[in-house]
């Protein structure tokens, strides 16, 4: 490997080291594969700019170019493409509007942030620009020792918004990538004057043993480093340790920044029986209860979040629900116990809290307009013990028809949709509610149309709540409570509907005495839409998960006479699914839905689940392609090898006696030598002659002495090939001696040598060579062919005219 070819791959190890103290930043870390890829691609790219006669401040500017587009193909690929492969006009919009959410979810969110696209972008771009100016400053203009200012700025960044969430070791593994950046500048400017000497044992007088003084030194800088602060307990701050956040206290307004849909989408596909909260409930429906965490009222066409700026301290009683008329509504209380698997959650209670007792209220803050309560701390929520007091409203479904439309502000608010919505969605929903006269009517319709047997729950779809999810789900008719949830939500506020998206849990499995267990398996997410003087009301839109609330049946007293069952005519006439009553019933399966009018989506899903959609079969083929595409080298150059050593001469009648050898046997065992050679690391000189050849093989390699005796005896033949009278060569098999030569230049060559040599070998690139080779002879031979057929059929028509030329005009 060339010294320029090891820059290249430490600056990149640098910068890959480095952007590791921006994992904390996010809830996930799969984000980081797409920037390492990023800083891959950033270091090819000038790898192969560099070997161009550009100029060298072209090459920064190609990589930014590079880097442009992999941020368009990776974060706006949605958009128009030309040839279905590079991204059109309209991406530049889209990778702004990621952008632009991404600035908004950085003023919103607090450490660590959920796995926006946005937020992603940023991370991504900004490592890839980190990458970009480190390849350029210690690769393209070798300046090594500058480099560590970027790599310093992206650390010093990452661990300061990390906080307490940030550790030695992203400093530990950011420094060894810079030290190792250096340690190859510096032997890259011992080796310009000349051969790099290793030292002694005994002696440190060679220019060696400063260079191993200087890489001692570099090491035991970084453990004093490392290790200075466990003696100095007292500097908590600084690059190494940010300090405690202030945010965090009870003064502060900071709360965790969980993405409650991301994580209930993790959870949902990976259910697990593991109890997360145990509770009491004194109501005579708290087997039909659900425990809301939080709500989700602003839709920007990505997907659903919080929409309030600021959040307050816990005050002793929340005040009045919105929209909620009647303030004489009954109580409920409950009890709740948080088991130690819980550690990232909002507060689950009844819907409308009214009040909670918690052991450290400081903990937690609240949002006003949601009532969600929020934790200041990741594990705030583990283990805790609290009550709660919520208001016990009951809309039947006559109440609700008759209520009447919602403020203004109300429905400015929560009917606000993107501007790009996709117009299916708006379709679909005037059509699901043709026949329902109000907004009662219409919002049963949705949940009936959703509970139908058109649609089918199933965890193994992609998640997501934004536009080009909705549609999707819309027209594969299949997902989990996320998809159902904000697609009913969506299309409600294109009905002119104040809707939300509410997350939480399903009621709890009863344990006897009040007693409900909640586990993994019962998280959840359902639309909330707003009716005057009712307030925040939950419908079901789920099949076979959850309870239906038993305000949507339909109430024999309906004083606008609606439908009883009100959907266009091309959709399901499926009554909506309802709770049995039947003592056959298991407890469970009532609360679940799944008595009566049981659907067996979730039966269903299992089916077909084994089946390879394309795009995995896609992705597998692109896979396959590119590893046959990478063993093309080693597979060639054994076919060759074995080729070439496949017959190490002719032996005598008798068996005894020398062996002949024609010119080409000799001649493919020294090619094999000299490619060996070369794959090893010594690179082929074709002025020497093969003597000198061989001699410059065994003194570079320092070959032992039966190695050694087998290239000579290689080059001697070879040189009475060349130079002698042409006929049969007579002498020793070759293949043997070629196997020596070989075995004694790996045993002399590093295992990283080695692992090339059989993996990429230099000497494959004769292949390349061949290639292009008979491409040219193919395009020569095809252009003279094509003239050959141009004369043939064009010839005569020049000749005649020629004739009547000369004709005419007989002095020319």
């Known amino acids: ?39 891959a691609v950033i270091a090819a790219a000038g790898a192969g700019l560099r070997r161009t006669p550009l100029y060298r401040w072209t090459v920064p500017i190609g990589q930014l170019l590079v880097l442009f587009l992999m941020l368009l193909i990776g974060f706006a690929g949605s958009g128009s493409t030309w040839g279905g492969l590079v991204p059109g006009p309209d991406s530049l919009h889209a990778l702004d509007k990621v952008l632009s959410s991404g600035l908004d979810d950085i003023q919103q969110y607090a450490i660590p942030a959920p796995p926006n696209a946005g937020l992603r972008l940023i991370l991504v771009a900004s490592v890839g620009l980190v990458a970009l100016v480190v390849d350029t400053v210690a690769v393209t203009y070798r300046r090594s020792a500058l480099a560590g200012l970027p790599l310093l700025a992206l650390y010093s960044v990452g661990n300061g918004l990390a906080g307490e969430r940030g550790s030695w070791i992203w400093f530990g593994l950011a420094s060894a990538g810079y030290l190792v950046l250096l340690f190859a500048e510096g032997q890259d400017r011992v080796s310009r004057w000349g051969r790099v000497f290793r030292g002694t044992s005994r002696g440190t007088e060679s220019t060696g043993a400063v260079g191993l003084g200087g890489q001692q030194v570099g090491i035991l800088a970084l453990a004093v480093a490392l290790l200075l602060p466990v003696f100095l307990p007292h500097w908590d701050s600084g690059l190494l340790h940010s300090g405690p956040s202030g945010s965090a206290g009870k003064g502060g307004g900071a ?225 989990f409570c996320v998809h159902f949830a904000s697609t009913m939500a969506a299309m409600a506020r294109t009905l002119k509907i104040p809707a939300r998206v509410a997350v939480g849990f399903t009621p709890g499995d009863a344990q006897g005495g009040s007693v409900y267990s909640v586990t993994g398996r019962m998280y959840h997410a359902w639309p909330e839409l707003y009716f005057a003087g009712y307030g925040w009301t939950r419908f079901e839109p789920t099949p076979s998960r959850g309870v239906q609330p038993r305000y949507t049946e339909q109430a024999s007293t309906a004083t606008t006479a609606p439908t ?65 595409l990478l063993l093309v080298p080693m597979l060639w150059r054994t076919a060759l090898r074995r080729r070439r050593l496949g017959g190490g001469g002719r032996r005598r009648p008798g068996g005894a006696g020398p062996a002949e050898l024609t010119d080409a046997q000799v001649l493919a065992a020294w090619d094999e030598l000299i490619d060996s050679a070369w794959d090893l690391g010594i690179p082929p000189d074709e002025s020497r002659t093969p003597r000198s050849a061989a001699r410059r093989i065994t003194e570079t390699a320092e070959l032992d002495e039966n190695a ?28 043997a001696d070629v196997r020596t030569a070989r075995a004694g230049l790996r045993a002399t060559a590093s295992r990283g040598d080695r692992t090339r040599a059989v993996l990429l070998p230099p000497s494959s690139a004769q292949l390349w060579w061949r290639i292009s080779d008979a491409v040219l002879t193919a395009r020569t031979a095809v252009g003279t062919q094509g003239r050959r057929m141009s004369d043939a059929v064009t010839g005569p028509v020049r000749r005649v005219f020629t004739r009547r030329k000369r004709t005419q005009d007989p002095e020319s």
């Open 1 to 39: 490997m060339t010294t320029r070819a090891k820059l290249t791959v430490y600056s990149a190890l640098a910068t890959a080291l480095a952007s590791l103290c921006l994992t904390p930043l996010l809830t996930t870390k799969s984000w980081i594969t797409h920037a390492f890829l990023v800083i």
């Open 255 to 479: 709360v965790t920044s969980l993405d409650p849909l991301v994580s209930l989408q993790a959870e949902i596909t990976k259910p697990t029986d593991t109890e997360l909260l145990r509770y009491t409930l004194d109501s005579d429906i708290a087997d039909q209860t659900y425990l809301r965490t939080g709500s989700l009222d602003q839709f920007d066409g990505t997907n659903w979040k919080l929409g309030s700026p600021t959040v307050s301290d816990l005050p002793s009683t929340f005040p009045s629900p919105e929209g909620l008329r009647d303030a004489n509504v009954p109580q409920l209380k409950g009890d709740f116990t948080v088991s130690d698997r819980l550690e990232k959650s909002w507060l689950p209670m009844p819907y409308p809290i009214q009040s909670v007792q918690l052991p450290n209220r400081g903990d937690w803050k609240l949002d006003p307009l949601t009532r969600t309560v929020m934790p200041t701390s990741d594990k705030a929520i583990k283990g805790l013990h609290y009550q709660a007091t919520a208001l016990d409203v009951r809309p039947t479904a006559n109440d609700l028809r008759t209520a009447p439309q919602a403020p203004q502000d109300i429905r400015d608010r929560y009917t606000a949709l993107p501007a790009d919505l996709p117009p299916v969605v708006a379709d679909k929903a005037r059509s699901v509610t043709a026949k329902a006269s109000t907004d009662y009517d219409k919002a049963v319709a949705l949940a009936a149309w959703f509970n139908g047997p058109d649609f089918k729950y199933d965890t193994s779809v992609t998640g997501g709540t934004g536009n080009n999810a909705i549609v999707s789900f819309l027209n594969e008719r299949r997902g």
């Open 564 to 628: 009883q069952q009100p959907t266009a005519a091309a959709q399901s006439d499926a009554p909506v699914p309802l709770p049995s009553t039947s003592k056959d019933c298991d407890p469970k399966l009532r609360r679940m839905g799944e008595c009566g009018g049981k659907n067996t989506a979730a039966g269903d899903t299992g089916q077909d689940s084994w089946l390879l959609s394309g795009q995995v079969l896609g992705t597998l083929a692109v896979v396959v392609a590119l590893i046959a």
């Open 708 to 735: 050694a005796a087998a290239a000579g005896r290689l080059a001697l033949a070879t040189e009475r090939v060349l130079y002698a009278p042409s006929g049969r060569v007579t002498g020793a098999p070759l293949a």
